[in-house]
């Protein structure tokens, strides 16, 4: 077969990939039962589509712009999917944040939604009762506009299709099946009824995963906590399935304040979760607080965290080394066997070398997603990845009481 052939082959086999992705993997809504012979069949597609030709051109879906008064709110497709997970890849990005990943699943809802929407029933074409259903210019900014312009555009930025959604029918709050948006092409006075229900955000946060890493806080094994001009702070845990946290540096006649400050740091990072992230370049870490995580496994996570404006910025860099791994305990050889010895060593030193190679290649891999990108955090969470030595001891005997005035944010717990 000649190569000009397989490319073609290639390119149209990425097109109908990426209108199955659209428009075949919808949903399936709960049909009503019936004994009727003549009754519609219930995999039936209701209503009469909005964008007919649009389907066909689902794979040149290139960028998706959402509208509402004065806010904007776009995505772009990628390139080359990105990875968000262990099992997870993003094929949008957020425009306004520098093409962050966004949740596929989510964007790909509403593009679907859009391609596939069918109306039900005409409604108003007078702009007068346009409010009622809440298909007003959505860009209108006074008064403040009800619904939301979306509208799906190709790599030249030419529109594919463009929808105003309005409200919802009372019945999408009881039964999903019955679930009714008002709509109205961009452009035309006819408004619609189309079976389906959206739910829009503006704000990019709402598009991105919250928690960029998934972490088990019982493979921290130790911290250490790095600020200019002060001594560092290292917490240890000796073993993963035992509860005992040790700080390094406690001071003689000082006492830790009890278990839950110093296991909390430790495993602050189980705990991540963001409010907003930027390029790492945008945000001055210059002074940040340090701090260095290692997992059992020698994966080391080093998170450079600052106050910038009041909140709590986080970069995280992922690394491997070897010498902090913490080696497998051979299983004991009963009755001082010494061929079953040699064989819990072996299967140890093998279990080890998985381990390593493991490692690595999940360091790899997560310093790719996080190095460049600087994540704003909860206050607390910022205070677990950067306490001083004071916050994790009881007070000294005969210490002042702090005032009470101003109390710092709850402790957020680690899972486990």
Known sequence: MKPQTLAILAASAAALAAIAYFTTTAPKRAQPQSTDASAPDATQLEGTLLFPAAQARAADVAKVVIRKGSQTLSFNRLETPVAIGPKQTASWGVSEKDNYPALDDKLRTLVRGVLNARTIESKTSNPEWYTKLGVEDPTFTDPAPTGHLVTLLDASNQPIASLILGKKQDAANWDPAKAVTYVRIEGEAQSHA??????????????????????????????????????????????????????KQLPPGRRVADALPTRTTLVALASLSVEDVAKVETIDFANAITSTFSTFDGVLYTARTILKDGKGWTNITVTFDQSRLVPTTPAPAPGGDEAAATKAKQEAAALDAKRTEDAAKEAAQLNTRLAKWAFQVPEALAEQLTPTLEDLLAPAEGAATPPTDQPRPPMMLPPG
């Open 194 to 247: 189309i079976r389906d229900s959206f739910i829009i955000a503006t704000e990019p946060i709402d598009w991105i995963p919250r928690q960029p890493v998934e972490l088990a806080g019982d493979r921290f094994h130790t911290v250490r906590i790095e600020r200019p001009a002060s001594q560092p702070i290292d917490i240890e845990r000796p073993l993963p399935m035992v509860e005992n946290y040790v700080l």
